[in-house]
Protein backbone atom coordinates (compact mmCIF):
# COMPACT_ATOMS: atom_id res chain seq x y z
CA UNK A 1 0.00 0.00 0.00
CA UNK A 2 1.30 3.03 -1.07
CA UNK A 3 1.04 5.84 1.87
CA UNK A 4 1.12 10.03 0.35
CA UNK A 5 3.29 11.91 2.30
CA UNK A 6 1.54 15.46 2.88
CA UNK A 7 3.67 18.50 1.88
CA UNK A 8 3.92 21.23 4.52
CA UNK A 9 3.35 24.85 3.46
CA UNK A 10 6.93 25.03 3.13
CA UNK A 11 7.47 22.75 0.68
CA UNK A 12 3.83 23.93 -1.40
CA UNK A 13 5.64 27.21 -1.25
CA UNK A 14 8.86 25.85 -3.24
CA UNK A 15 6.61 24.26 -5.64
CA UNK A 16 4.93 27.71 -6.69
CA UNK A 17 7.67 29.96 -5.82
CA UNK A 18 9.87 27.70 -8.81
CA UNK A 19 6.62 27.86 -11.56
CA UNK A 20 6.61 31.49 -10.74
CA UNK A 21 10.01 32.28 -11.32
CA UNK A 22 11.47 29.25 -13.73
CA UNK A 23 11.23 31.34 -16.92
CA UNK A 24 13.26 34.20 -15.14
CA UNK A 25 16.25 32.04 -14.03
CA UNK A 26 19.36 32.44 -16.26
CA UNK A 27 20.18 29.52 -18.51
CA UNK A 28 20.02 28.07 -21.69
CA UNK A 29 17.41 25.14 -22.70
CA UNK A 30 19.90 22.94 -21.34
CA UNK A 31 20.01 24.37 -18.01
CA UNK A 32 16.43 24.72 -17.93
CA UNK A 33 15.52 20.96 -18.10
CA UNK A 34 18.59 20.84 -15.46
CA UNK A 35 16.30 22.74 -13.01
CA UNK A 36 13.01 21.50 -14.15
CA UNK A 37 14.54 17.54 -13.32
CA UNK A 38 15.84 18.72 -9.97
CA UNK A 39 12.65 20.06 -8.75
CA UNK A 40 11.32 17.19 -9.74
CA UNK A 41 13.44 15.35 -7.83
CA UNK A 42 12.81 17.73 -5.11
CA UNK A 43 9.29 16.73 -5.17
CA UNK A 44 9.76 13.60 -4.22
CA UNK A 45 12.28 14.09 -1.44
CA UNK A 46 11.26 17.25 0.25
CA UNK A 47 12.56 19.31 3.25
CA UNK A 48 14.99 17.15 5.18
CA UNK A 49 13.57 15.96 7.91
CA UNK A 50 14.74 14.14 11.79
CA UNK A 51 14.07 10.66 10.38
CA UNK A 52 16.81 11.16 8.23
CA UNK A 53 19.85 10.31 10.13
CA UNK A 54 22.09 12.94 8.68
CA UNK A 55 19.63 15.45 8.95
CA UNK A 56 18.42 14.19 13.26
CA UNK A 57 19.48 17.21 14.91
CA UNK A 58 18.62 19.68 12.44
CA UNK A 59 15.03 19.28 10.50
CA UNK A 60 14.28 21.52 8.50
CA UNK A 61 10.68 20.18 7.84
CA UNK A 62 10.18 21.68 11.26
CA UNK A 63 12.04 24.96 11.20
CA UNK A 64 11.44 26.22 7.45
CA UNK A 65 8.07 27.35 8.09
CA UNK A 66 7.75 30.16 5.00
CA UNK A 67 9.84 30.25 1.71
CA UNK A 68 10.76 33.74 0.81
CA UNK A 69 10.67 34.97 -2.80
CA UNK A 70 13.26 34.67 -5.15
CA UNK A 71 15.94 37.03 -5.67
CA UNK A 72 15.95 37.24 -9.47
CA UNK A 73 17.16 40.43 -11.07
CA UNK A 74 17.74 42.26 -8.24
CA UNK A 75 18.92 45.36 -8.76
CA UNK A 76 19.50 47.02 -5.00
CA UNK A 77 22.21 49.77 -4.94
CA UNK A 78 25.74 49.04 -3.31
CA UNK A 79 28.29 51.42 -3.12
CA UNK A 80 32.00 50.44 -2.63
CA UNK A 81 31.90 52.38 1.00
CA UNK A 82 29.01 50.29 1.82
CA UNK A 83 30.36 47.12 0.73
CA UNK A 84 33.54 47.75 3.02
CA UNK A 85 31.18 48.44 6.01
CA UNK A 86 29.34 45.05 5.19
CA UNK A 87 33.09 43.40 5.02
CA UNK A 88 33.85 44.04 8.66
CA UNK A 89 37.26 42.95 9.49
CA UNK A 90 37.34 41.24 6.48
CA UNK A 91 38.09 44.55 4.57
CA UNK A 92 41.45 44.86 5.99
CA UNK A 93 42.21 41.62 4.50
CA UNK A 94 44.15 42.29 1.05
CA UNK A 95 42.85 40.13 -1.93
CA UNK A 96 41.69 40.19 -5.04
CA UNK A 97 37.39 40.75 -4.94
CA UNK A 98 34.53 39.26 -6.80
CA UNK A 99 31.24 40.64 -5.26
CA UNK A 100 27.79 39.04 -5.61
CA UNK A 101 24.86 41.56 -4.14
CA UNK A 102 21.80 39.29 -3.42
CA UNK A 103 23.12 36.67 -5.62
CA UNK A 104 23.89 38.71 -8.50
CA UNK A 105 27.26 39.78 -9.74
CA UNK A 106 28.11 43.18 -9.53
CA UNK A 107 31.69 44.04 -11.97
CA UNK A 108 31.63 47.58 -10.40
CA UNK A 109 32.19 46.11 -6.70
CA UNK A 110 34.89 43.73 -7.80
CA UNK A 111 38.51 43.74 -8.48
CA UNK A 112 40.90 41.00 -9.56
CA UNK A 113 42.15 42.30 -13.02
CA UNK A 114 45.52 41.35 -11.62
CA UNK A 115 45.09 38.01 -10.54
CA UNK A 116 47.51 36.11 -12.96
CA UNK A 117 47.00 32.71 -13.49
CA UNK A 118 43.24 32.82 -12.46
CA UNK A 119 40.43 32.38 -14.83
CA UNK A 120 37.22 34.00 -13.14
CA UNK A 121 33.44 34.64 -14.80
CA UNK A 122 30.50 34.80 -13.17
CA UNK A 123 28.23 31.99 -13.19
CA UNK A 124 24.84 33.84 -14.44
CA UNK A 125 26.35 34.19 -17.88
CA UNK A 126 28.01 31.24 -18.67
CA UNK A 127 24.58 29.56 -18.23
CA UNK A 128 23.27 31.66 -20.46
CA UNK A 129 25.08 30.34 -23.37
CA UNK A 130 25.66 26.79 -21.87
CA UNK A 131 25.22 23.54 -24.11
CA UNK A 132 24.23 20.57 -22.72
CA UNK A 133 27.92 18.74 -22.98
CA UNK A 134 28.78 22.33 -21.34
CA UNK A 135 26.34 21.73 -18.39
CA UNK A 136 26.95 18.34 -17.81
CA UNK A 137 30.00 18.10 -15.76
CA UNK A 138 29.23 20.80 -13.75
CA UNK A 139 25.52 20.01 -13.08
CA UNK A 140 24.39 17.00 -12.01
CA UNK A 141 21.29 14.92 -12.27
CA UNK A 142 20.34 15.60 -9.06
CA UNK A 143 18.11 12.13 -9.02
CA UNK A 144 18.32 10.38 -5.29
CA UNK A 145 20.39 13.54 -3.99
CA UNK A 146 20.83 15.67 -1.30
CA UNK A 147 17.41 17.57 -1.22
CA UNK A 148 19.17 21.11 -0.35
CA UNK A 149 21.85 20.93 -3.35
CA UNK A 150 18.85 19.49 -5.45
CA UNK A 151 16.88 22.94 -4.62
CA UNK A 152 20.63 24.35 -5.39
CA UNK A 153 20.30 23.15 -8.85
CA UNK A 154 16.42 24.54 -9.47
CA UNK A 155 17.41 28.14 -7.93
CA UNK A 156 20.48 29.16 -8.55
CA UNK A 157 20.90 32.87 -9.81
CA UNK A 158 24.77 33.02 -9.86
CA UNK A 159 28.13 32.35 -8.82
CA UNK A 160 32.03 32.08 -9.05
CA UNK A 161 33.55 30.23 -11.91
CA UNK A 162 37.39 30.11 -11.00
CA UNK A 163 39.92 27.97 -12.25
CA UNK A 164 43.70 28.41 -11.26
CA UNK A 165 45.68 27.42 -14.02
CA UNK A 166 48.39 24.28 -13.80
CA UNK A 167 51.38 25.22 -12.12
CA UNK A 168 50.07 28.82 -11.42
CA UNK A 169 50.46 30.30 -7.42
CA UNK A 170 48.10 33.20 -6.52
CA UNK A 171 49.87 36.39 -5.17
CA UNK A 172 47.18 37.18 -3.24
CA UNK A 173 43.70 35.35 -2.05
CA UNK A 174 40.78 35.62 -4.06
CA UNK A 175 37.89 36.84 -1.88
CA UNK A 176 34.13 35.92 -3.28
CA UNK A 177 31.90 38.23 -1.24
CA UNK A 178 28.20 37.23 -0.86
CA UNK A 179 26.61 40.69 0.50
CA UNK A 180 22.77 40.58 1.59
CA UNK A 181 21.39 44.41 0.98
CA UNK A 182 18.02 46.29 0.99
CA UNK A 183 15.12 45.88 2.81
CA UNK A 184 13.26 42.97 0.66
CA UNK A 185 13.18 39.89 2.03
CA UNK A 186 14.23 37.61 -0.07
CA UNK A 187 15.60 33.71 -0.87
CA UNK A 188 19.03 33.31 -2.37
CA UNK A 189 20.67 30.66 -4.40
CA UNK A 190 24.12 30.80 -5.26
CA UNK A 191 26.63 28.30 -6.51
CA UNK A 192 30.53 28.02 -7.25
CA UNK A 193 32.82 26.06 -9.19
CA UNK A 194 36.53 26.29 -7.84
CA UNK A 195 38.94 24.34 -9.62
CA UNK A 196 43.16 24.11 -9.05
CA UNK A 197 45.17 23.12 -12.05
CA UNK A 198 47.89 20.57 -11.32
CA UNK A 199 50.55 22.15 -8.81
CA UNK A 200 48.96 25.18 -8.43
CA UNK A 201 48.89 27.26 -5.43
CA UNK A 202 45.71 28.89 -4.14
CA UNK A 203 43.87 31.11 -1.21
CA UNK A 204 39.97 31.20 -1.86
CA UNK A 205 38.13 33.04 0.61
CA UNK A 206 33.93 33.23 0.74
CA UNK A 207 32.21 35.76 2.75
CA UNK A 208 28.73 35.72 3.79
CA UNK A 209 27.72 39.34 5.41
CA UNK A 210 25.10 41.72 5.70
CA UNK A 211 24.81 45.52 4.79
CA UNK A 212 23.87 46.90 8.65
CA UNK A 213 19.97 48.19 8.43
CA UNK A 214 19.30 45.91 5.52
CA UNK A 215 16.05 43.48 6.30
CA UNK A 216 16.68 40.23 9.15
CA UNK A 217 14.38 37.93 6.80
CA UNK A 218 16.90 36.16 4.38
CA UNK A 219 17.75 32.68 3.18
CA UNK A 220 20.66 31.34 1.67
CA UNK A 221 21.43 28.13 0.05
CA UNK A 222 25.35 28.38 -1.06
CA UNK A 223 26.96 25.49 -3.33
CA UNK A 224 30.84 25.49 -4.21
CA UNK A 225 32.29 22.52 -5.46
CA UNK A 226 35.61 21.91 -5.40
CA UNK A 227 38.81 20.23 -7.26
CA UNK A 228 42.35 20.34 -6.35
CA UNK A 229 44.03 19.02 -8.76
CA UNK A 230 47.32 16.27 -8.51
CA UNK A 231 49.91 17.89 -6.40
CA UNK A 232 47.97 21.33 -6.47
CA UNK A 233 47.34 23.23 -2.81
CA UNK A 234 44.43 25.06 -1.95
CA UNK A 235 43.62 27.40 0.94
CA UNK A 236 39.75 27.72 1.62
CA UNK A 237 37.34 29.49 4.22
CA UNK A 238 34.76 30.91 4.65
CA UNK A 239 33.08 33.48 6.83
CA UNK A 240 29.42 34.02 7.50
CA UNK A 241 28.27 36.36 9.74
CA UNK A 242 25.14 38.04 10.08
CA UNK A 243 22.81 39.47 12.45
CA UNK A 244 21.20 36.22 13.74
CA UNK A 245 18.16 35.66 11.41
CA UNK A 246 19.08 34.25 8.78
CA UNK A 247 18.75 30.55 7.56
CA UNK A 248 21.87 29.83 6.32
CA UNK A 249 22.12 26.43 4.22
CA UNK A 250 25.91 25.75 2.52
CA UNK A 251 27.30 22.83 1.12
CA UNK A 252 31.12 22.14 -0.12
CA UNK A 253 31.79 19.04 -1.90
CA UNK A 254 35.55 18.40 -2.71
CA UNK A 255 37.53 15.98 -4.29
CA UNK A 256 41.26 16.09 -4.26
CA UNK A 257 43.77 14.19 -7.04
CA UNK A 258 46.95 12.46 -5.48
CA UNK A 259 49.49 14.13 -3.77
CA UNK A 260 46.68 17.31 -3.55
CA UNK A 261 46.37 19.43 -0.22
CA UNK A 262 43.00 21.03 0.79
CA UNK A 263 43.16 23.04 3.93
CA UNK A 264 40.06 24.61 4.80
CA UNK A 265 38.69 26.47 8.11
CA UNK A 266 34.85 27.88 8.12
CA UNK A 267 33.95 30.23 10.48
CA UNK A 268 29.97 31.47 11.59
CA UNK A 269 28.66 33.31 13.51
CA UNK A 270 25.12 35.58 14.11
CA UNK A 271 23.35 32.59 11.66
CA UNK A 272 19.55 31.99 13.06
CA UNK A 273 19.60 28.70 11.73
CA UNK A 274 22.80 27.19 9.77
CA UNK A 275 23.69 23.75 8.27
CA UNK A 276 27.48 23.87 7.09
CA UNK A 277 28.01 20.10 5.11
CA UNK A 278 31.75 19.20 3.79
CA UNK A 279 31.82 16.17 1.76
CA UNK A 280 35.39 15.22 0.63
CA UNK A 281 36.37 12.49 -1.18
CA UNK A 282 40.27 11.52 -1.77
CA UNK A 283 40.99 10.07 -5.61
CA UNK A 284 44.48 9.89 -5.60
CA UNK A 285 47.28 8.37 -3.37
CA UNK A 286 49.13 10.79 -0.80
CA UNK A 287 46.19 13.32 -0.33
CA UNK A 288 45.76 15.50 2.81
CA UNK A 289 43.37 18.06 4.30
CA UNK A 290 42.91 19.76 7.47
CA UNK A 291 39.32 20.95 7.90
CA UNK A 292 38.37 23.28 10.99
CA UNK A 293 36.26 25.76 12.15
CA UNK A 294 34.77 27.55 14.83
CA UNK A 295 30.94 28.95 15.50
CA UNK A 296 29.91 31.35 18.28
CA UNK A 297 25.51 30.95 18.99
CA UNK A 298 23.65 32.19 21.56
CA UNK A 299 20.03 33.45 22.00
CA UNK A 300 18.22 30.61 20.06
CA UNK A 301 20.89 30.71 16.98
CA UNK A 302 21.20 26.88 15.91
CA UNK A 303 24.10 25.90 13.51
CA UNK A 304 25.07 22.54 12.60
CA UNK A 305 28.68 21.09 11.02
CA UNK A 306 28.40 18.16 9.23
CA UNK A 307 31.09 16.24 7.43
CA UNK A 308 31.98 13.27 5.68
CA UNK A 309 35.22 12.31 4.95
CA UNK A 310 35.69 9.82 2.62
CA UNK A 311 39.01 7.70 2.17
CA UNK A 312 38.50 6.28 -1.11
CA UNK A 313 42.35 5.34 -1.57
CA UNK A 314 45.20 4.39 0.28
CA UNK A 315 48.38 6.59 1.87
CA UNK A 316 45.92 9.52 2.43
CA UNK A 317 46.00 11.61 6.13
CA UNK A 318 42.80 13.74 7.42
CA UNK A 319 42.43 16.26 10.33
CA UNK A 320 39.56 17.69 11.49
CA UNK A 321 39.36 20.27 14.68
CA UNK A 322 35.96 22.31 15.09
CA UNK A 323 35.45 24.79 18.22
CA UNK A 324 31.71 26.28 19.35
CA UNK A 325 30.76 28.42 21.91
CA UNK A 326 27.10 28.35 23.06
CA UNK A 327 25.29 31.28 25.32
CA UNK A 328 21.64 31.53 26.04
CA UNK A 329 19.45 29.18 24.08
CA UNK A 330 22.28 28.51 21.43
CA UNK A 331 22.85 25.24 19.82
CA UNK A 332 25.38 23.31 18.29
CA UNK A 333 25.65 20.02 16.10
CA UNK A 334 28.41 18.29 15.29
CA UNK A 335 28.43 15.31 13.21
CA UNK A 336 31.78 14.15 11.62
CA UNK A 337 31.97 10.90 9.57
CA UNK A 338 35.47 9.50 8.90
CA UNK A 339 34.98 6.43 5.81
CA UNK A 340 37.80 4.08 5.38
CA UNK A 341 37.22 1.98 2.28
CA UNK A 342 38.63 -1.88 1.79
CA UNK A 343 41.55 -0.79 -0.05
CA UNK A 344 42.49 2.38 1.58
CA UNK A 345 45.27 0.85 3.59
CA UNK A 346 47.37 3.26 5.59
CA UNK A 347 45.01 6.21 6.01
CA UNK A 348 45.39 8.33 8.85
CA UNK A 349 42.74 10.51 10.59
CA UNK A 350 42.07 12.62 13.61
CA UNK A 351 38.98 14.19 14.21
CA UNK A 352 37.99 16.47 17.00
CA UNK A 353 34.88 18.56 18.20
CA UNK A 354 34.89 20.79 21.32
CA UNK A 355 31.83 22.88 22.81
CA UNK A 356 32.41 25.40 25.08
CA UNK A 357 28.54 25.97 27.12
CA UNK A 358 28.68 29.65 28.54
CA UNK A 359 24.45 28.90 29.46
CA UNK A 360 22.46 25.87 31.02
CA UNK A 361 20.39 26.51 28.27
CA UNK A 362 22.83 25.83 25.67
CA UNK A 363 22.86 22.53 23.60
CA UNK A 364 25.27 20.67 21.99
CA UNK A 365 24.85 17.55 19.84
CA UNK A 366 27.88 15.66 18.81
CA UNK A 367 28.45 12.13 16.56
CA UNK A 368 31.57 11.25 15.85
CA UNK A 369 31.62 8.63 13.26
CA UNK A 370 34.21 5.75 12.27
CA UNK A 371 33.45 3.44 9.18
CA UNK A 372 36.88 1.62 8.88
CA UNK A 373 37.16 -1.38 6.33
CA UNK A 374 40.47 -1.65 6.28
CA UNK A 375 42.93 -2.71 8.66
CA UNK A 376 46.21 -1.15 8.33
CA UNK A 377 45.15 2.13 9.38
CA UNK A 378 45.24 5.31 12.20
CA UNK A 379 42.08 6.28 13.08
CA UNK A 380 40.73 8.26 15.98
CA UNK A 381 37.87 11.13 16.99
CA UNK A 382 36.55 12.29 19.99
CA UNK A 383 34.53 14.96 21.36
CA UNK A 384 33.93 16.98 24.70
CA UNK A 385 31.90 19.96 26.39
CA UNK A 386 32.39 21.28 28.76
CA UNK A 387 31.68 24.83 31.10
CA UNK A 388 34.08 27.81 31.89
CA UNK A 389 36.86 26.53 34.70
CA UNK A 390 35.86 27.90 37.33
CA UNK A 391 39.34 27.62 39.16
CA UNK A 392 40.88 29.82 36.38
CA UNK A 393 38.23 32.36 36.08
CA UNK A 394 39.05 32.62 40.27
CA UNK A 395 42.96 32.37 39.32
CA UNK A 396 42.39 35.68 36.75
CA UNK A 397 39.66 37.62 39.17
CA UNK A 398 42.66 37.14 42.16
CA UNK A 399 45.02 39.10 39.81
CA UNK A 400 42.91 42.36 39.44
CA UNK A 401 40.71 41.18 36.37
CA UNK A 402 37.51 41.98 36.33
CA UNK A 403 34.95 38.96 36.10
CA UNK A 404 33.73 39.91 32.76
CA UNK A 405 36.70 40.48 31.11
CA UNK A 406 38.06 37.26 32.15
CA UNK A 407 35.36 34.94 30.97
CA UNK A 408 36.04 37.12 27.65
CA UNK A 409 39.60 36.48 27.94
CA UNK A 410 38.88 32.27 28.61
CA UNK A 411 36.52 32.41 25.48
CA UNK A 412 38.71 34.10 23.64
CA UNK A 413 41.78 31.83 24.13
CA UNK A 414 39.35 28.57 23.09
CA UNK A 415 38.47 29.78 20.57
CA UNK A 416 41.63 30.75 19.41
CA UNK A 417 43.09 27.22 19.24
CA UNK A 418 40.51 27.26 15.74
CA UNK A 419 41.39 30.03 14.44
CA UNK A 420 45.32 29.89 14.86
CA UNK A 421 44.99 27.00 12.18
CA UNK A 422 44.63 29.52 9.81
CA UNK A 423 47.65 30.39 7.84
CA UNK A 424 46.98 33.90 6.44
CA UNK A 425 47.82 36.25 9.37
CA UNK A 426 45.34 38.81 7.86
CA UNK A 427 42.46 37.01 7.75
CA UNK A 428 43.00 35.19 11.29
CA UNK A 429 43.31 39.27 12.70
CA UNK A 430 39.65 39.14 10.78
CA UNK A 431 38.24 36.63 12.45
CA UNK A 432 39.48 37.38 15.97
CA UNK A 433 37.74 40.96 15.79
CA UNK A 434 34.90 38.87 14.78
CA UNK A 435 35.17 37.14 18.24
CA UNK A 436 35.67 40.08 19.92
CA UNK A 437 32.93 41.88 18.65
CA UNK A 438 30.76 39.09 19.60
CA UNK A 439 31.88 39.39 23.12
CA UNK A 440 31.18 42.71 22.97
CA UNK A 441 35.01 44.02 23.29
CA UNK A 442 36.59 46.16 21.12
CA UNK A 443 39.77 44.87 18.90
CA UNK A 444 42.81 45.83 19.93
CA UNK A 445 44.27 49.07 18.29
Known amino acids: MNVAVMKTKAEQAIAENFEAVAEKLPGSAAVKARRSQAIGAFSGLGLPHRRIEEWKYTDLRVNVKDVLPSAINDATPLTIAELLVALGPLAHVDAHRVVF?????????GDFSDAAGAMIAPLGELLSGASEDVIAPMISTPEGGDAVETLNTAFMTDGAVVTIEG???LAKPLLLVFVRAGTQAQSVAVRNFLSVGEKASAEIIEAHVVLPGSTHDAQLNALTEVAVGKGATLRHAKVAADEGKALHLSNWDVTLAADATYRSFQFSAGLGLARNNQNIIFEGEGGKIDLSGAYLARHAEHIDTTLVVDHAVPRCESRELFKGVLDGRGRGVFQGKIIVRPDAQKTDGKQMSQALMLSE???????????????????????????????LLFYCRSRGIPENEARALMIESFIGEAIDKVENEQLRDALTAYTMQWLGRSPRG
Open 101 to 109: VNGHYRADL
Open 167 to 169: GAS
Open 361 to 391: DAEFDSKPELEIYADDVVCGHGTTSAQLDPD
